[in-house]
């Protein structure tokens, strides 16, 4: 059974620029959660998503936007990047309620 | 929406003490996770425990719904154990919502 797995590992942007995110989920997950930790913080909810429609979102801007695919990976993106979003972002799968989250992506922005 | 607690923020420990760390709930939840993130930053699963007690080797955890609280136990600490421990709540939306967490350093 393969576990969440996600990429890239790190990547620096500058302010502006636009980043996509990748989210594989557990085998037989159908339901794919996004979280983005900020340094010394706990994870905060970005979005989710449920056989492909988003399915609830936290108080983040509608810059931040995503996919989900047939397979049940998904897709983060942020638009026009600003220095606040240096942060670790993590994604999470689950089926029912218990919830398992990858290694993350350490986004840095100049 | 549910406020998370956790205490103590930080603990500092010697190698084979034992300890314990507590997390307060402001509303009742269907979902309650404890994790344990490496300095690699990866949430490492411990508990799915909404309710009741658990036990997984020297880690065990206890949740007292009816009183909106959850105890995690570690005992014999080792030098491993050491990083952020987070608990984490759904109260029914899906979404997890995490405390402050609580440092351990557990030193030889």
């Known amino acids: 059974e393969t576990g969440v797995t996600q990429s890239p590992t790190h990547l620096i942007k500058t302010r502006g620029q636009q980043v996509t995110l990748r989210c594989s989920s557990q085998?037989?997950?159908?339901?794919v959660s996004w979280y983005q930790q900020a340094l010394g913080q706990g994870p905060q909810f970005i979005f989710q998503?449920?056989?492909?429609?988003?399915?609830g979102r936290g108080n983040f801007p509608p810059r931040f936007s995503g996919l989900q695919f047939p397979n049940y990976s998904s897709e983060l993106n942020v638009n026009a990047l600003e220095l606040d979003d240096s942060a670790l972002y993590l994604c999470?799968?689950?089926?029912?309620?218990?919830?398992?989250f990858g290694p993350g992506t350490r986004l840095t922005v100049l | 929406g549910i406020q998370v607690e956790q205490s103590p923020p930080d603990l500092i420990l010697q190698e084979g003490a034992n300890s314990t760390l507590r997390c307060n709930f402001s509303?009742?939840?269907?979902?309650l996770q404890w994790f344990h993130q490496n300095p690699w930053g990866q949430l490492i699963n411990l508990f799915y425990?909404?309710?009741g007690t658990k036990q997984n080797g020297r880690l065990s955890a206890t949740t007292v719904a009816t009183e909106r609280y959850s105890l995690l136990y570690i005992s014999s600490s080792q030098t491993t154990d050491s990083g952020v421990y987070f608990c984490?709540?759904?109260?029914?939306?899906?979404?997890?919502?995490f405390g402050t967490g609580t440092r351990l350093q557990v030193f030889p």
């Open positions: 999470a799968s689950s089926l029912v309620n218990e919830q398992f």
């Open positions: 085998s037989g997950h159908n339901t």
């Open positions: 998503y449920y056989r492909e429609e988003e399915n």
């Open positions: 509303d009742s939840v269907n979902n």
């Open positions: 425990i909404p309710s």
């Open positions: 984490a709540v759904d109260g029914n939306t899906d979404k997890l919502i």
